[in-house]
């Protein structure tokens, strides 16, 4: 009797815990195919925001020859692939009319940020070249701040 | 000269050895956020893990019983192959995000493709569980995670107010720029409690005791270690706050890729400070993937009666062994489908606090015990701190999940 009970006990366990399973996935795939809203795209723009400065506190250190190439090269490469990743997130869902401005500034702030990271990547050793795209990308990263601010009222 | 050695190096090891990624990236966002407010939590779960840690290690050498095996005893089997399953999930959560962010650290470091990193990373993992005995592994890892204490130098360099940071141990409110600031203050605290009071910390811990041969007479020894280990681990949290209260908050940067915490030491020490920064996190990261696939490990043959340990040879405890290798596999693949790191080591510090409570409870009743531990029961403060920990972490193990929700995934 007391096995009995328990295999049911731990069915139900197993049912509870295969429910919350498909539940999690109905709600991933929901959330993926909504449309864009503001905290969305809020989101994005304090993403690339960060991304944007972290180029910045990289071309000032290679400004200055503190960092290794190949770290220069590997972690920018990462900044690239997740500016890309942002990029892709807004694309791949249905823009509602009133956000279609704000995502469109912040793709072409994505699109600056990812070119000033490239050009930072093929930078060897110009300490000089390296600071004007550090002043850049902290521009970017201003703007990009400015509308997230704006998109958080 | 030889029990100081040994008790030296315990406490190195253990300070070595208490970063895992998450605590990285989740104290660095703390500190970007929201300057010093966070450095209370710290204190808060620095003295959480050490009251867990120090009753899991004096149950371990007094009732030679460890995590696991009470809380089957003691929570019966419905909810012990729960908390089993729901334990194996997070272990195997936390060791992919530790692989993941190994991997990364030897690209930034060598330039190999990621894929071949985290296949590089899984055979090195292999090899040093296999090949190194149990004190070995603590030694090895915890020593040379010690080059983690670049960050504590770089934090001290950049010279901080330090009676601000003083004053920012006294809870205060934190600086917001909104009311919905509050919800993701209030995250944060819930992840670097959790960050700091990871529970397969403690699992490892305590089965680390049953393997040293812990007895009673070692009860000193485990108290000893775990309050100074442990707190000066967390010195390295308060490090991490710092560093991103000086360098990363003016420029309001998150922190959302492991190579990014490497620029503190890289702006204070230049290519040196890098490659201090990157040895030390690849050994403290190596560590911490080690740690949870073995508490995965121990957790299933605790429960399930089966031999454990590495002081036995691999053929007596095959189960134990061949659970540890699947983990780690598991876990690289993980890795392999393309997840990212930090977000899965986030979901893990997330999920780890929500079933703290439940192999908590069982070590704290046993703890209390004078049937089990006879003399070595919990005085009035042990159990007073006991007490006030079960609710505080049960505390945030309800509001973990929605906090993660409401905050977006702690992005605001």
Same mark, same amino acid.
């Given at each position: ?153 | ?8 190096? $315990? %406490?190195?090891?253990? @300070? ?12 660095? &966002? ?24 120090? @009753? ?8 030679? #019983? ?14 012990? !192959? ?8 997070? &272990? ?10 190994? *991997? ?23 090899? *040093? ?13 915890? !020593? @040379? ?50 960050? %700091? ?17 812990? +007895?009673?007479?070692?009860? +000193?020894? &485990? ?28 420029? #309001?940067?998150?922190? #959302? ?15 040196? $400070? ?18 949870? *696939?073995?508490? $995965? ?12 340990? +590495? ?31 930090? #977000?899965?080591?986030?979901?893990? %510090? ?22 089990? @531990?006879?003399?070595?029961? &919990? ?6 701190? $006991? ?9 945030? *193990? ?15």
């Amino acid at each position: 009797m007391r096995d009995a009970a328990e295999v049911r006990t731990l069915l139900w366990q197993a049912v509870v815990i295969l429910l919350a399973l498909v539940l999690l996935a109905a709600w991933a795939i929901h959330a993926s195919r909504r449309p864009l809203r503001s905290d969305d795209v809020r989101l994005s723009a304090a993403d690339l925001a960060s991304f944007a400065a972290e180029g910045e506190v990289i071309g000032r250190q290679l400004a200055r020859h503190r960092l290794p190439r190949m770290y220069v090269e590997e972690e920018i490469q990462f900044l690239a692939d997740e500016v890309v990743s942002v990029r892709a997130s807004l694309w791949q869902r249905k823009t509602p009319v009133a956000l279609a401005a704000a995502v469109a500034r912040v793709q072409e702030g994505a699109a600056r940020t990812g070119a000033e990271l490239h050009a930072l990547s093929t930078l060897h050793g110009d300490g000089e070249a390296a600071r004007g795209t550090a002043e850049r990308l902290h521009a970017i990263a201003d703007e990009l701040h400015v509308l997230e601010r704006v998109l958080s009222r | 000269m030889k029990n100081f050695l040994e008790v030296f190096l $315990g %406490i190195l090891t253990a @300070m070595g050895g208490d970063v895992e990624v998450g605590e990285l990236t989740f104290a660095l &966002n703390a500190g970007s956020k929201f300057e010093y407010a966070l450095l209370p939590v710290v204190l808060l779960g620095t003295l959480g893990i050490v009251v867990y840690g120090e @009753m899991a290690g004096r149950v371990a050498a007094v009732a030679q #019983q460890p995590v696991f095996g009470l809380m089957r005893e003691r929570n019966g089997l419905a909810v012990g !192959l729960l908390t089993l399953i729901c334990a194996l999930l997070v &272990n195997v959560m936390t060791c992919s995000a530790e692989i993941g962010a190994v *991997a990364v650290v030897l690209e930034l470091a060598a330039g190999w493709h990621y894929r071949l990193c985290i296949l590089a990373a899984l055979a090195f993992l292999l090899v *040093a569980s296999w090949v190194l005995p149990f004190e070995g592994i603590e030694r090895t890892f915890g !020593l @040379m995670g010690l080059l983690m204490t670049v960050f504590l130098v770089s934090a001290i360099a950049m010279q901080p107010d330090w009676g601000e940071v003083a004053a920012g141990f006294l809870p205060h409110a934190p600086p917001v720029r909104s009311s919905s600031d509050y919800v993701l203050f209030a995250y944060y605290a819930v992840a670097l409690l959790s960050a %700091i009071m990871l529970p397969y910390e403690v699992y490892f811990y305590s089965s680390g005791g049953i393997e040293d041969g812990w +007895k009673p007479s070692d009860i +000193k020894v &485990n108290r000893f270690v775990s309050i100074t280990g442990f707190t000066l681990g967390s010195l390295l949290c308060v490090s991490f706050i710092l560093i991103g209260a000086q360098m990363l908050r003016p420029l #309001q940067l998150d922190v #959302q890729l492991p190579g990014t915490a490497v620029l503190a030491p890289a702006q204070e020490f230049g290519r040196w $400070g890098v490659v201090f920064a990157l040895t030390g996190m690849f050994f403290t990261f190596c560590g911490a993937a080690i740690e949870t *696939a073995f508490s $995965g490990a121990y957790a299933l043959a605790q429960f399930y009666g089966w031999p454990w340990g +590495k002081f036995r040879a691999p053929r007596k405890a095959a189960r134990f062994t061949i659970g540890w290798i699947v983990l780690f596999v598991l876990a690289a693949l993980i890795m392999l489908s393309g997840v990212d790191p930090i #977000q899965v080591v986030e979901y893990s %510090i997330v999920f780890s606090v929500v079933i703290l409570p439940l192999t908590y409870l069982p070590t704290l009743v046993v703890a209390r015990d004078r049937i089990y @531990m006879k003399q070595h029961v &919990n005085g009035p403060l042990a159990n007073a701190l $006991g007490v006030f920990y079960l609710v505080l972490i049960t505390l945030a *193990a309800l509001s973990a999940i929605p906090l993660l929700v409401l905050t977006h995934g702690g992005k605001g």
